[in-house]
């Protein structure tokens, strides 16, 4: 009699079903599909070009180089002049261009960031004083080690695994940490500025530090200036409100007696070569290193491929959620196979390597907001736009508006009337959207990229610092607007009769307040390790909140508190939703790496959408409500 094959193990057959077709970590899955994705929108990214795209591209370009040079300065000083600000300008430029080109979503920024910046300046130390090996031919090892494991993580579709089951909770945290570290260095750099320069200087650079904020948050509003000068003229000033303020800033301390004060400036370098003097070209002799080297290595290697992998998805998660109305799939795998390469080139031309920015990335959906007219009942692929204007409704639309008397208080969903042929009443909503293309990023990064001549370079060091505290302001400004944390935040602070009804009598509002006070505790808690050694580990806190959230913060709070304040960042629906909910939405428990379309495009008749308020600066924030059934 014949024997029966014994049967696999249960852990063995639940591992090599995985690995089979369609399962999480079957190799190549997702890149097939963001390859795929990529050929469908890759025309029609270049199809999209307009005065709202060239002002997004001036306000990104602004954003992006001149916090950049700030980490140059310390990089300058804390790696020996191994890098300094050409190599950070070189960085920054070239992967943006890379990016803009081949990435899978435009909308993601690059550039040299703070927790990289703490990493590198430890691995000089450790280098130089401890074990007496070159920093850079090490570090190059490091970034090429870190190259092959990106492409491992996209291989095996890492991000079904991790970003899938990222929420808004975190999201939301990661941005409120943004809009802080923004602020706080502001105030390093108005420090700095009391340290460097004589007092009354320095109290010159408070007024041009403040002054470029409100300017710019002040311009950002000309779109209500109506019937002030034209149509034209105010959306000018809107779309460029911080490249005005900037460069008018930048001009102030040459005039008049304000010319003789000792105003700290950027520092540069006016030649087109290494900042360090043992270098002549931009190339790392990285074998000429010891062969234990190559092998120990692959340890920072490790820490770099998490934080970049880590921030990088996180980056393209929040400029993409929900209150941005994005409508392409994006290529989170592709993505992170092309940030790996990046990486690797950056280490073999001893430059820093550039990964998503925060809030960079997000600032640049903002500015490419606009809104668009589409029927209560129809399908939302029929958009008709109204306007390029950011930020704010169009005023056509809200003047017909008829659930809210003006502009200032309706939301994304204000319900409109306006006739047909047979005049009969058709309700009409307002919803956002971004002009979805690679010309705005392409342009920002060109125009960095410009910056490693010597004459432009020269241009840089007209610049005050005082200037640059002023950006980090309204940066931090802008990011913090428009976070759903900061309503919710207000409504703490509000008598309960003065609030809404909440749309469900099962959720609680000292919940809701519970849940807004969570938040920003733990931001207070990161914000505190960012500003220790352990730094460049800060994005891994934040995805130890994604199971906190997931298996213990629904043992705390209702569901459908839950419900109503939280939902996936990468896909439609809720951590919350019911079984026959997934199914009504044609969904049910589908692997993650397919739906790299915005929720915005898919959101169940149940599910919370975000409503968009008018603030009394012209910036949108962001409060929450329950869709009508």
Known sequence: ?????????PWLATVSNRFRKGGKLQPFRLLRQDIHNLRQRYVSDWTVFNQLVVASAVYVFFTNILPGIT?????????????????????????????????????????????????????YKLCTNNFHVPFLPVMAWSLIHSAWMHYLLAIFNAHDYTMQYVTDFSADIFSLLNSVIYFHKASLELKRNHDNVPFDAFLYSIIGAFGTCLMAIFLSTALEWKPLFGRIIRMGLAEYAAAISIIFFIGVPYMGELANLDHERLSIQKTFRPTSPARDTFFVRFWEVPLEWVFISIIPGAIITVLFYFDHEISSIICTVERYGVKKPGGYAWDIVLLGTTTALCGILGIPPANGLLPQAPLHSESLRHWVEVDDDDDEDSDTPLTTTSNNPPQSATATATTSPSPSTSSSSTTLSSPNIDDAPRKKKLVPRVHEQRYSPLLQSAMILVFISPPFQHLLGFTPTSVLAGLFMYMGYQSLSVNPILPRFFEMLSPPSELPPLPNPQISRWAVHGYTLTQIVLTGII?????????????????????VRLWIMNRIWGRETLRFVDGWACRPGKPEDSEEEKAARGEGERSGGDENVSASANVGEDDVERGLAMTSTGIISEGVREKQR
């Open 1 to 9: 009699m014949l024997e029966k094959p014994e049967a696999k193990a």
């Open 527 to 547: 914000f505190g390790v960012t500003l220790t050694v352990a730094a460049p580990g800060f994005p891994v806190i934040i995805i130890i909140l994604v199971p």
């Open 71 to 123: 980490f140059a300065n310390d990089l300058f000083v804390l790696t020996g002049e191994s890098w300094g600000t050409i190599e950070v300008v070189f960085s920054t430029g070239l992967c943006g261009l890379i990016f803009s080109l081949f990435s899978a979503q435009p909308l993601t920024i690059l550039g040299v960031t703070g927790p990289f910046s703490v990493l590198a300046e430890n691995m």
